[in-house]
């Protein structure tokens, strides 16, 4: 898989065995060496990014989810302001984006989602799956989120409120879940082993100790 | 934001601030979102527009207009987003889940009218 | 009045409200080329060249067509090389002379008539 072509994108050994380009990669890979022969763009820079993306994945979501809920300052600092104490732990944001995050408690459940685009909290849990993305979950999870979420088998009772927050801007959330029973005896690693991204976008609830070891 | 001073600076008197720079709505202030239907790019959803809310938080830093900057406007006067709660009933007539849940969503200053 | 308003005041790209079908679960591994081309995203916003606002504006005026039938990053390609070309910075012959150069590197690509 040439997942880290040089910025000539030649793939000269492989070219025979791999599936020839189809007509937006050919795009994407004439407007690239277009942008890097006229020295709009430098030579290794898209190389360099594609490392600093592949360090943002769900993981890194589970790791912060993981610390502020064993770590109460770390927590109110990152509910306070969520960029500035993720940049204190190494993640860097482009231009103006914030981050807000939304602390899921009894009485509140957060849900996040992109009418408009796909905006998400990318600097963190990476690449956003599908159906975030597709019309079905951006039209009916601001109309209605109750049935969205029992789509995904979560269910909220009518007590709890429910808060859907719509990107449309500056600002990028997180939902942090809450901490699931019978975890008190828990390491940070295996706290952090029950948190999906899923459970970060806010259509269901980090995984309960008895939940992961079926699924094991 | 030094964290251990403790200490706040007051503003010196005559300094005045630049356009936009002050925020108009702070938080609890009730608000309509406004109706107008730009043509080419917008970032305030048809569904929010005329719709009452309140404002939740002040975002910063303020801004360029997110409408002129899809159009390659990179500088001029900033203006802040605001934070606003919109209760789904008041999105949605036939909403059928609890009343207390709502929306959150950023909206720019040129799109809020205090009610 | 115009019958056509709707497709002007709407943009193709605006999901919130609409009624739609049961979400499915659908995932799928990204290809080199859609995280190239979010590299490529991510470097243009950097260099103030095309910002993440220029981005979102030229994926929505592909119109409604295309909107609905090109995948997300075949749009965000698309949307590139018509932003680029607004601002100078390529032209479309050159675009189309290299996209030709690309693909007769590989024996297997068809050319188009």
Known sequence: MNTHDDDHGHAAATAQDDPPPGYYEIMETAVRELLVEKEVIGGGEIRQMLEVMDTRT????????????????????????????????????????????????????????????????????????????????????????RAVLAEFGTVIPDGVEIRVSDSTAIVRYLVLPQRPEGTENFSEEELASLVTRDAMIGVVRANTPEKKEKSR | MSEGSGRVLKPLPNVVKAEGAEPIFKAGDEVTISVRFPVGHYRVPTYIRGKRGRVEAVIEPPAINNEDE?????????????????????????????????????????????? | MSQTEDLVKRLPTEMGGLDAGPIQRTEHEYAPWEKRCHALANILDIHKIISTEEKRRGVESLGAEMVGKLTYYERWIVAFANILFQKAILTPEELAKKMDEVAARHPAVQHNE
């Open chain 1, 58 to 145: 769900p993981a890194l979501g589970s790791k912060i989810v993981a610390r502020a809920w064993v770590d109460p300052e770390f927590r109110a600092r990152l509910l306070a302001n969520g960029r500035a104490t993720l940049e204190e732990l190494g993640i860097d944001f482009f231009e103006d984006t914030q981050l807000i995050v939304l602390e899921n408690t009894d009485k509140v459940h957060n849900v996040i989602v992109c009418t408009l685009c796909s905006c998400y909290p990318r600097e963190i849990l990476g690449l956003p799956p599908d159906w975030y993305k597709l019309k079905p979950y951006r039209a009916r999870a601001v109309k209605e989120p």
């Open chain 2, 70 to 115: 899809g159009f390659g406007r990179n500088a001029g006067v900033k203006r802040h987003y605001y934070r606003i709660a919109i209760p789904l009933t008041e999105l949605w007539p036939k909403y059928a889940g609890s009343k207390n849940d709502g929306l959150r969503i950023e909206v720019f200053e040129t799109w809020l009218e205090r009610n």
